[in-house]
């Protein structure tokens, strides 16, 4: 709720999983319904874009995910992290109706990974 307090507060509108999904949902459920009602991802699993069904699911819907990549971090210092990455992820959306998978790094960073065309370099 943190990253969500903090990421509203520099004018972002946030949903958070927990308030519409039970933790236990597959990935596939919520990814699916971010796709339908065009939502933007924010997470911290690295391996979202590795897994088969995730894969798929965010290619299917047109997911625009979000990666925070950097290890360790706590509440506060992830919600640095994403509102440092705000404008970038802000021009990215401007410029792509997805799907797509963004990594976001520690210094804020924003760098598409992963496309319909497949994954990117």
């Not at 943190?2 to 919520?30: C, M, Y």
């Not at 798929?56 to 625009?64: D, E, I």
């Not at 990455?85 to 990594?103: H, R, Y």
Request: no cysteine; hydrophobic share 45%; net charge positive.
């Amino acid at each position: 709720m943190k990253i969500a307090a903090g990421l509203r507060q520099a004018g972002a509108t946030v949903e958070v999983h927990d308030d519409l999904f039970h933790q236990g949902a597959a990935d596939e459920v919520w990814l699916q319904a971010a796709g339908e009602k065009n939502w933007v991802v924010l997470t911290k699993d690295k391996n979202i874009r590795y897994h088969a069904r995730e894969k798929t699911t965010l290619l299917a819907y047109g997911v625009r995910a979000f990666v925070l990549t950097a290890k360790a971090l706590n509440a506060d210092e992830m919600t640095e992290t994403f509102v440092k990455a705000l404008p970038e992820i802000a021009k990215l959306l401007a410029s792509s109706d997805g799907p797509f998978v963004a990594t976001i790094t520690r210094a804020g960073v924003v760098r598409v990974v992963l496309t319909a065309s497949g994954p990117q370099k």
